[in-house]
């Protein structure tokens, strides 16, 4: 069992039982439409784990166990959420409703540095708790565990940058949004699809995606997460052991110009802005003939970081600054389209050119008529 999900679990003994203390003689006997009803409030969901775990019928109060939920969820079901797992990033009051920047902080319940905060979620009045993500060792022993002790059911459903379209028909099915899981799952079908045909039809450029405040982290071939990066180049980042981490794996100047790519991609806040004029960079291809860029960023990096839904947002961003020809679409439109579905905003021209000034160019305002 996952050591942060032992020390949650004696957190939620200590809490359940002070609350039920606290309950003890304010509960009433059930009346006869209380057991009439029953069997019609819940239902049994299968998820991804193959847990059968009973739900509500009708799921109005959404927890999310992570970053990864938080964002899918968040495209789905926006208003049923009754607290993030993170804050949201800086740039995402540019573009949320106030009334989803001021959720309650639940923390998360895998990895991260915000522990799941149990006495938050189960003042919450959560009706389920949705984990998203690749699934891990133990995990349906854990999740079975949590929701014995704190009386919330906790379903984990699979999420994919391939099987995204899947995540949300289930999440349809799980909230009983059906039409909206469909929506969101033939876009991302869509996205998918048409990138891979991208990429099948090119040759692929050799490309690093370097990372950290001096540019010497690379997102490694072959890593979690690199898939959109080796799906749409040759990713020269070939090492012995490539790290799970979003951090990447370190490596220094001179391995950068053994690979020698002919283009970079510069995660946000690394050195994009200073590495023009460094001469221990001058010798990189990229670098000399300016075919480097700086991952947009907003409200999260686009290239998945973390690994979530805006990987569609990477696809049609680095397929478009890659391979324009084969890439026969406009970006802004695409971009406004996945922010209207996914954000439920309105992106405009001029956040649009400032969201791409380092990485692909601008779209021309057109002059009012």
Not at 145 to 159: N, T
Not at 214 to 230: L, P, R, T
Not at 340 to 360: C, K, M, P
Request: proline share 4%; aromatic share 8%; net charge negative.
């Amino acid at each position: 069992m996952n050591k942060n999900v032992k020390r949650l679990l004696a957190l939620v003994l200590a809490l359940v039982m002070s609350l039920s203390l606290f309950a003890c003689g304010q509960k009433r006997q059930p009346d006869a439409a209380d057991e009439g009803t029953q069997t019609e409030t819940t239902r049994v969901f299968t998820d991804s784990c193959g847990r059968e775990v009973t739900v509500p019928a009708d799921i109005q109060k959404i927890a999310v166990s992570g970053p990864l939920a938080q964002m899918v969820v968040f495209a789905i079901a926006p208003d049923r959420m009754v607290g993030v797992a993170n804050a949201w990033d800086e740039t995402a009051k540019e573009y949320f409703d106030a009334k989803y920047l001021d959720l309650p902080l639940l923390g998360q319940l895998y990895g991260g540095k915000g522990e799941l905060n149990l006495e938050t979620l189960l003042q919450s009045g959560a009706e389920v708790v949705i984990d998203v993500g690749e699934q891990k060792d133990g995990m349906a022993d854990d999740l079975n565990a949590l929701q014995e002790q704190a009386g919330i059911p906790f379903v984990h459903i699979d999420c994919y940058t391939g099987s995204m379209g899947d995540t949300y028909r289930t999440l349809g099915t799980l909230l009983g949004k059906e039409t909206e899981g469909n929506t969101l799952g033939e876009y991302c079908d869509k996205i998918y699809n048409r990138t891979n045909e991208i990429a099948a039809s090119v040759k692929k450029v050799n490309l690093l995606y370097c990372l950290g405040d001096k540019g010497e982290n690379v997102i490694a071939k072959g890593s979690y997460h690199a898939e959109i990066i080796d799906l749409l180049s040759n990713n020269l980042a070939v090492v012995e052991s490539p790290s799970s981490k979003g951090t990447g794996n370190e490596v220094d100047i001179e391995q950068i110009l053994k690979w020698n790519p002919d283009v970079i991609l510069f995660a946000p806040g690394s050195v994009y802005a200073t590495v023009g004029e460094d001469p221990a960079w001058q010798g990189v291809n990229a670098i000399k003939n300016g075919t480097y860029y700086e991952v947009p960023i907003g409200p999260y990096n686009w290239m998945g970081f973390p690994p979530s839904v805006q990987r569609m947002l990477g696809m049609m961003w680095m397929a478009k600054l890659l391979y324009p020809e084969a890439a026969d679409y406009d970006l802004y439109t695409e971009v406004a389209e996945y922010f209207r579905l996914f954000y439920h905003t309105t992106l405009s021209e001029d956040a649009y050119n400032a969201l791409a000034a380092n990485s692909i160019g601008t779209v021309e305002v057109k002059a009012a008529a």
